[in-house]
């Protein structure tokens, strides 16, 4: 009989405790991007280098390179170079890269400007897009919007302790 006691309180189940949680998260996001311009100036280089060369320029304080700057541009001074002993081997190389001129205002949207490297844009325009969301179902609807952006998210998050 004591046998058939332990028996059944072994079988009689127990309450379990445990925390569960559990959250649903839905969000909606609609961007219109605005309208932007950027512009990256190069600068003005000049390199010489030679061997067996003798060089001269107008300017005795200078040796090629550069002078006054307007709008901010260089002048530079090229100078002429003679071998310096004839009948032998020589090398002369010069180079010069003419940088931006400095811009007296900012670049209109769309227009180009005097610089090397020059991205604008437009601003975005919704048009027809939408979002929605209704108890967790979502719709993102491209339509005729230019310039933007649509994100949506759905999440769901369970926990059991």
Avoid: R
């Avoid at 009689?12 to 996001?29: E, G, L, N, R, W």
């Avoid at 609609?30 to 003798?54: F, H, P, Q, R, V």
């Avoid at 897009?129 to 649509?150: E, I």
Wanted: glycine residues 12%.
């Amino acid at each position: 009989m004591k046998k058939l006691l332990l028996l059944a309180a072994l079988c009689i189940p127990t309450a379990a405790y445990c925390d569960i949680q559990s959250t649903i998260t839905s969000s909606v996001k609609l961007e219109s991007l605005s309208a932007a311009t950027s512009a990256d100036k190069i600068g003005s280089s000049y390199s010489i280098s030679g061997t067996n060369i003798t060089t001269t320029s107008g300017d005795a304080a200078s040796v090629g390179g550069f002078g006054s700057v307007t709008s901010g541009v260089p002048a530079v001074t090229m100078p002429s170079a003679t071998q310096t002993t004839a009948g032998e081997t020589f090398s002369f190389t010069q180079s010069y890269l003419e940088g931006d001129a400095t811009a007296g205002s900012a670049p209109t949207v769309g227009t180009v400007g005097n610089f090397s490297d020059l991205t604008s844009t437009a601003a975005g325009s919704v048009g027809t897009a939408a979002v929605t969301l209704d108890h967790h179902t979502m719709s993102l609807t491209g339509g005729t919007g230019t310039g933007v952006v649509l994100t949506g998210q759905f999440v769901t998050d369970l926990t059991v302790d």
